[in-house]
């Protein structure tokens, strides 16, 4: 079983900042895009930013400029620092991985997602 455990939400006031976390675990073979994106009451999911395995990125425009996503691939983990942040950031994040899974001989590729967590900028 693969596990995506997030950390680092919280309450911040507009322009400050936070540091997110996603560490994936399991029998996992490789990784190749890990992601976060986020939802906010009544929208839909959205992307805010992604990292290849090669280390290629790519933003949403409503970030780009304020976050900057990253990821140890040794440690399986991909970190987004949001600078500057903004009320309507406000948002549940998720972290995504398409990766590689083992078992008995075999492989298994899919995508998966991180329990959610809440990051809340006051105006």
């Known amino acids: 079983q693969v596990q995506l455990v997030e950390s680092g939400g919280g309450l911040v006031q507009a322009g400050g900042s936070l540091r997110l976390s996603c560490a994936a675990s399991?029998?996992?073979?490789?990784?190749?895009?890990m992601g976060w994106y986020r939802q906010a009451p009544g929208k839909q999911r959205e992307l805010v930013a992604a990292i290849t395995s090669g280390g290629s990125t790519n933003y949403a425009d409503s970030v780009k400029g304020r976050f900057t996503i990253a990821r140890d691939n040794a440690k399986n983990t991909v970190y987004l620092q949001m600078n500057s942040l903004k009320p309507e950031d406000t948002a549940v994040y998720y972290c995504n991985a398409a990766l590689t899974t083992t078992s008995s001989g075999k492989y298994y590729s899919r995508s998966y997602w991180g329990q959610g967590t809440q990051v809340t900028v006051s105006s």
């Open positions: 399991g029998s996992i073979f490789s990784i190749n895009t």
